[in-house]
């Protein structure tokens, strides 16, 4: 069974701080992906990383791919109070089988 | 506004009573899923389809859980008979056929259900 270790599990920072989340796991990923989740909604994908050592930006958001493809990071600069929300990162090894994902990282930003 | 819809979005029952939830995939998706949140364990699958084939419902309880798409708009999850540990929200997701498992998953916004 793949699993996928989020950390921290709870976050609370101010507007304007800078924070980095994790997605660990011993297994390799063929892809993964990250998704935010507000209060009373699905999930939503932020992005999809597929190469080994791949970093994406979304805005004030960067997601890098670990070189082995086993872990990825999300890095939010100058937070804001509408970046709060869960953080789930969710992988798949394969074309056919379905994503698994991490717990999450829950982040709250001050204003 | 293409969106996945789950109904209800609230459901309070009480132990023992028959529940069932209702899912409409975006329409030309072939990839249904159906995951449970909760706190302590997060997103759990319990049951998806393609192209309406069950593929795999291992990740429920067989006894009394059960997942079904009679048409291609339509998925149900069912319970019978509900307990408290059955308490979650409940969402259905559903994939392009273009990008197999590993696409853009297209959550609904989710059942909340409460087992007294």
């Known amino acids: 069974t793949q699993l996928l270790e989020q950390s921290p599990q709870f976050l609370s920072i101010q507007e304007g701080e800078n924070l980095t989340v994790y997605c660990n796991s011993s297994s390799v990923f063929s892809s993964l992906q990250w998704y935010r989740q507000e209060p009373g909604e699905g999930p939503v994908l932020l992005v999809t990383v597929v190469t080994g050592g791949e970093v994406k930006k979304l805005k004030r958001l960067t997601f890098q791919f670990g070189d082995a493809r086993k872990d990825s990071s999300l890095h939010i600069t100058a937070a804001q109070p509408g970046d709060t929300g869960l953080y789930l990162c969710a992988g798949s090894n394969s074309g056919n089988t379905p994503l698994v994902f991490g717990k999450g990282t829950r982040l709250s930003v001050i204003a | 506004d293409a969106r996945v819809t789950q109904t209800p979005r609230h459901k309070v029952t009480e132990m023992g009573q028959e529940v069932t939830m209702r899912c409409q995939p975006i329409l030309g998706h072939n990839t249904v899923f159906w995951y449970r949140q909760t706190m302590m364990q997060g997103l759990e699958l319990l049951a998806y389809?393609?192209?309406?084939?069950?593929?795999?419902d291992s990740g429920m309880p067989k006894d009394r859980f059960s997942a079904e798409m009679p048409d291609a708009t339509l998925a149900t999850l069912k319970i019978q008979p509900s307990e408290p540990r059955d308490s979650a929200v409940y969402f259905c997701a559903s994939g392009s056929k273009f990008t197999g498992f590993t696409g853009e998953l297209f959550f609904g916004e989710g059942s909340r259900l409460t087992v007294l």
């Open positions: 389809f393609r192209n309406r084939a069950p593929l795999d």
